[in-house]
């Protein structure tokens, strides 16, 4: 039997208090426009036609600013791939927890769902994450 993620009265509030539905679609498009934004550093259809042009008129600065662009480009991308994993790690977490406290589903359910083991739902239902201040 699952132990209750309820939390006691005195207690640190938790993530998932407050949580509505409507703010587990918000807080997942929040991920997807920050997935988005580091896409953007990379697809950009003006740094690709600067390059294009710096090639075919051979000038070298161009050419140098261009590599010295991508290069700062893929490097704020690392840094924001790491920034969203550890956003998107929280909310798998919390969103577990509104699974299993607001919509009712088992923890075997949220597992399979998720595609994570019952022992780490388990492991979240008796550890909820805390409100971020």
């Known amino acids: 039997m ?76 690392l840094s924001g791939l790491g920034t969203y994993r550890r956003n998107y790690h929280y909310w798998e977490r919390v969103i577990a927890e509104y699974a299993l406290t607001e919509m009712k589903y088992t923890q075997r359910d949220t597992a399979h769902l998720l595609g994570v083991g019952l022992s780490t739902i388990n492991r979240w239902a008796q550890n909820p994450v805390r409100l971020e201040n």
């Open 2 to 77: 699952a132990q209750s993620t309820e939390p006691p009265a005195d207690g640190p509030e938790l993530a998932v208090e407050g949580l509505g539905y409507v703010d587990v679609g918000i807080r997942l498009r929040e991920l997807s426009d920050q997935l988005r934004a580091l896409s953007d550093l990379i697809i950009d259809e003006k740094l690709d036609e600067n390059e294009r042009r710096a090639y075919e008129f051979g000038v070298i600065e161009a050419i140098e600013d261009n590599e010295v662009e991508r290069l700062s480009r893929f490097r704020r991308t």
